[in-house]
Nanobody
Framework: QVQLAESGGGLVHAGESLRLSCVAT????????MGWYRQPPGKQRELVAAITSGSATNYYDDRVKGRFTISRDMAKNTIFLQMNSLQPEDTAVYYC??????????WGQGTQVSVSS
């Protein structure tokens, strides 16, 4: 079992920044990848950024490239999402997901990010 806890969401104005954190606990021995998803109001959940456990290769959705940065602190079992130049269209509930070898997914409870214009 893996438990994930996100934090760092909030209400900001357009152009401002937020940093999300996701702390993982439990059995992380077979961790394969970690990612941030978001679900805007009335829309489906979408992948924002991801990083694999064994490499430094990161993935970003085109809409956040150059503004968001995913990073990790493996010693603290924590991943981060630095979000700069936030825009109203970034408003969503942001979720952390960890995927284990074999494809088993674990999700956090989500953290709300709201950006006013």
């Amino acid at each position: 079992q893996v438990q994930l806890a996100e934090s760092g969401g909030g209400l900001v104005h357009a152009g401002e920044s937020l940093r999300l954190s996701c702390v993982a606990t439990g059995n992380l021995f077979s961790l394969y990848s970690m990612g941030w998803y978001r679900q805007p109001p009335g829309k489906q959940r979408e992948l924002v950024a991801a990083i694999t456990s064994g490499s430094a290769t990161n993935y970003y959705d085109d809409r956040v490239k150059g503004r968001f940065t995913i990073s990790r602190d493996m010693a603290k079992n924590t991943i981060f999402l630095q979000m700069n130049s936030l825009q109203p269209e970034d408003t969503a509930v942001y979720y952390c997901k960890h995927t284990l070898l074999g494809g088993l997914d674990y999700w956090g409870q989500g953290t709300q990010v709201s950006v006013s214009s």
